[in-house]
């Protein structure tokens, strides 16, 4: 085994040997994306760090979760997102914060189905971009970063929630709907 096995190929071993250098390995190749991921979740680059090193903490416990059934990298993807959405909602639960449920949110209604062309969300500017993106729920967030950030086709998306189309579809097309909403009013 070495620096340019693959993926897969270096789980199975390290699921096999619990050898700490080979998880070292994946370490180097995925932390940078892991900690970037974290970041946009927490905006703070000590605690996006510190999310780092606890996801990779429990990679290494549930490393032997991983079936195979998609590349490693989507696999990785979707815990990450799991792991940091879950993270950002115990953190809203223990401050009691409800800045995710702003005025804004609680006016808006469910009728808002028109379809929403992505051009809308290209013409965003970025900081009022970013205050937008803090008030709404950290689920839809996570849907608009896998779509505009990452660049995932809805097949992709699909795998990583485990969701199907019109379910990735109906959630993207809301999430967008609010964020321009939200946007239009700050």
């Known amino acids: 085994m070495d620096r340019s096995s693959s993926d897969e190929a270096l789980v199975s071993k390290i699921v096999e040997s619990n050898d700490t250098f080979l998880f070292a390995i994946l370490y180097d190749r995925y932390s940078n994306k892991v900690y970037n991921k974290c970041l946009g979740f927490v905006k703070n680059t000590e605690e996006a760090q510190d999310l780092t090193h606890d996801i990779f903490v429990q990679l290494f416990v549930k490393l032997r979760t991983f079936k195979g059934r998609s590349k490693f990298s989507t696999w990785l993807y979707s815990f990450t997102y799991n792991f940091c959405v879950n993270y950002v909602q115990r953190q809203l639960k223990k401050r009691k914060e409800k800045e995710v449920l702003t005025d804004d949110i ?31 729920d950290v689920a839809e967030k996570m849907l608009l970063f896998m779509k505009y950030q990452d660049g995932m086709s809805i097949k992709e998306i699909m795998s990583v929630l485990e969701i199907g189309e ?21």
């Open 106 to 136: 609680q006016n808006y209604s469910n009728r808002h189905d028109e379809e929403v062309d992505d051009s809308e969300i290209y013409k965003m500017k970025a900081d009022k971009l970013a205050k937008a993106l803090d008030r709404i």
């Open 166 to 186: 019109s379910a990735v579809k109906m959630r993207l097309n809301r999430a967008k709907s609010k964020l321009l909403e939200i946007y239009k009013r700050l």
